[in-house]
């Protein structure tokens, strides 16, 4: 069934939102989390426009909500792949569960650098605490563990360590990669993602085994565009009360997000943040 909702990014508040962010230099986590305003006030001022849009956006039965898109840090796959090339990658030792050295598949694991780099996340985040970043509302995840796990280390001691602010981790079968072919893409039993992480919940339907993946069959990036829209179906519909939103997921979902907002894609490093502010027309 098409969604009923109509998605537009909305500029003006990042650096990154400008139409030609490729001439940019960004580090993968960049000062501010990007935001234009770098005066003390800048998160109070960030969240003065924002319900101002809401207000406004109300009376025209839209909504507005602000997505932290956060890249899983470096796993063993994009180990394999530099070592390999893209090309002889794509072409044949994607397909393989690992080689004498690495394993990569299925599910792969963060490496130290990509468990650093989730860290060095952890501390963008901390950085703006003194200046009042708002952080999430609500938390979801790819199923995939290296996701997973950059989330959990990202949110650690700030809105997954206090008890008497925790927020809940939701796992979404739709915020994984591009999907298909690759192994490092077929993701692990909804037993084991539980008992790995067992704070998260699961939306309605969630398999216990990856019904999704595919030995032959690799999504195209439109299919992967459709996908995204889902998720961003589900979080506006099912979470009207939540304003600020993470997404900690992968580089192929995260530009079908942007695809399915009219951005371009962006190149977003490993362990990156890319906070974008959406309009959903219902």
């Not at 509302?137 to 990202?154: E, M, N, Q």
């Not at 790995?196 to 565009?225: H, I, Q, S, Y």
Request: glycine share 8%; aromatic share 10%; hydrophobic share 35%.
């Amino acid at each position: 069934m098409p969604s009923t909702f109509v998605y537009q990014a909305i500029s003006g508040f990042f650096v990154h939102d400008i139409e030609d962010h490729r001439s940019l230099t960004l580090p993968a986590v960049p000062p501010r989390m990007g935001l234009v305003d770098a005066t003390p006030q800048r998160w109070d001022n960030l969240r003065e426009k924002i319900t101002a849009l809401k207000e406004q956006s109300e009376g025209e039965n839209a909504d507005i909500k602000v997505f932290f898109f956060a890249r899983h840090g470096q796993g063993w796959h994009n180990v394999a792949e530099v070592k390999y090339g893209t090309k002889c990658w794509d072409a044949e030792m994607s397909k393989k569960y690992g080689d004498n050295e690495i394993t990569w598949g299925p599910d792969p694991e963060l490496t130290p650098i990509g468990i650093n780099q989730a860290i060095e996340a952890k501390h963008g985040w901390e950085a703006e605490l003194p200046f009042r970043i708002t952080l999430p509302d609500k938390l979801y995840s790819s199923p995939l563990t290296r996701a997973a796990d950059t989330l959990h280390i990202t949110f650690e001691g700030t809105v997954l360590g206090d008890v008497e602010d925790k927020r809940t981790v939701v796992v979404l079968e739709n915020c994984r990669e591009e999907n298909g072919v690759h192994t490092c893409d077929k993701r692990r039993t909804r037993s084991y993602i539980h008992k790995r992480f067992p704070n998260c919940e699961f939306e309605d339907g969630f398999e216990e085994e990856d019904e999704l993946w595919d030995t032959d069959l690799r999504e195209t990036k439109a299919e992967v565009a459709k996908r995204a829209r889902n998720v961003l179906d589900y979080i506006f519909e099912k979470d009207p009360s939540s304003t600020y939103i993470s997404v900690t997921a992968h580089g192929g979902i995260i530009n079908g997000f942007l695809q399915a907002i009219g951005r371009k894609p962006f190149a977003l490093s490993t362990g990156g943040i890319l906070p974008v502010v959406i309009r959903c027309q219902k």
